[in-house]
């Protein structure tokens, strides 16, 4: 019988869709016996919790199928997965309106002070509403770094909420990604990063972490932004370099951020405390960008229905 490791917590609704398939034994998550998958697992369902390295894979001789809810895949040791013959599946596209939903739900919060001016009025301050002047996105710029699944549905969201103009950067996507479809998004595209930092109120970051978007806003980036502008990173941590972030806030060179992806997540006052959310205008959240209870159940059922596909063929 098929064995199968739930390594990271599972919607409730994918979780019964496996234990009531036959021929199928499934270890969950809060079983301790999970901790020897790779004595016998032929199966991993995981999230972006845990992390399999090379010397996991390797060690993992039954193992042939990785299956993680979500797209980011750099939780996974690819090349060693390759390597060792193991198929890696994740689930593109379910999770997109959530994250956008969030990214524009953030974008509004940092502009019109939301989180800060609630966490006045619980330290017990009398809040004086000319002084609590925010700012309105409404017809602004937003600039749209990564126009894949994501990028696209935050670009539609803010076309029809704010009414402003979309500005793109993806020197991957296929030129003819936008052109001549139904689904085709008003947008502005540029061939260079740094066109779109300059003219964007709202500059949202949708890239994979790769080598080539780790640290790609850095201080020179920053510096290139305009002073109202608002960086929000529901990417991943390591595509902005925190240290020069937190510089460029404190020099007032951008007018607030918003991350849900950061160095380290979760992020608690521990680490952050002092840098970045000592900064009012700063909204720091735990990679919550696909935690709704609707793409939860979807998407976790999503991978159940690709496993037990992969599992019968
Ligand atoms: P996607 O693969 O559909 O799109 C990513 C886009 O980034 C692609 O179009 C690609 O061409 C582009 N890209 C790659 N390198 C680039 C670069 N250097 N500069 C500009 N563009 C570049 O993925 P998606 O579903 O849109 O997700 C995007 C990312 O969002 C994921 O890789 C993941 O890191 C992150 N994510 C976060 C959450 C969250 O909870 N906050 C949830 C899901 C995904």
Redesign the pocket.
């Known amino acids: 019988m098929a064995k199968l490791y739930v390594l990271d917590p599972y919607h409730p609704d994918a979780l019964s869709k496996l234990l009531s398939t036959p021929n199928l034994t499934t270890i969950l998550p809060n079983d301790p016996a999970k901790q020897q998958w790779k004595d016998d697992a032929v199966a991993i369902m995981l999230r972006?919790e845990t992390r399999l390295t090379e010397a996991d894979i390797a060690a993992a001789k039954n193992l042939k199928f990785i299956l993680k809810q979500?797209?980011?895949?750099?939780n996974i040791d690819l090349d060693a997965a390759k390597k060792y013959g193991i198929q890696v599946f994740n689930t593109?596209?379910l999770?997109?309106e959530?994250?956008a939903e969030?990214s524009i739900a953030l974008a509004l919060a940092v502009a019109r002070r939301v989180t800060e001016i609630d966490r006045r009025i619980r330290a017990g301050e009398k809040i004086v509403r000319s002084k609590m002047l925010g700012r309105s996105l409404f017809r602004k710029a937003i600039g749209i770094?990564?126009?894949?699944?994501?990028?696209?549905?935050v670009a539609k969201k803010w076309i029809g909420a704010m009414e402003g103009n979309v500005i793109a950067?993806?020197?991957?996507?296929p030129e003819d990604?936008w052109k001549n479809n139904s689904d085709t998004i008003a947008h502005t595209r540029v061939y260079q990063?740094e066109e779109l930092l300059s003219a964007s109120d709202v500059v949202s970051?949708?890239?994979?972490?790769?080598s080539?978007?780790r640290g790609?806003i850095g201080s020179e980036q920053l510096k290139i932004m305009k002073k109202e502008a608002i960086l929000l990173n529901?990417?991943?941590g390591g595509?902005v370099d925190e240290k020069a972030l937190l510089e460029a806030l404190k020099t007032g060179e951008i007018g607030g951020v918003a991350l849900?992806?950061s160095d380290v997540e979760p992020p608690t006052v521990e680490v952050y405390g002092e840098g970045l959310l000592s900064c009012d205008n700063v909204i720091m959240t735990p990679?919550?960008?696909?935690?709704t209870m609707e793409n939860q159940s979807a998407s976790g059922i999503a991978v159940v229905d690709t496993l037990l596909k992969v599992l019968g063929g």
Request: hydrophobic share 45%.
């Open positions: 972006s979500g797209v980011g895949v750099d593109p596209a999770n997109s959530a994250v969030l770094v990564g126009m894949g699944n994501i990028g696209r549905v950067y993806d020197p991957y996507a990604a990063v970051l949708h890239v994979p972490l790769t080539s978007t790609l529901c990417a991943r595509v849900d992806a990679h919550i960008g696909a935690s």
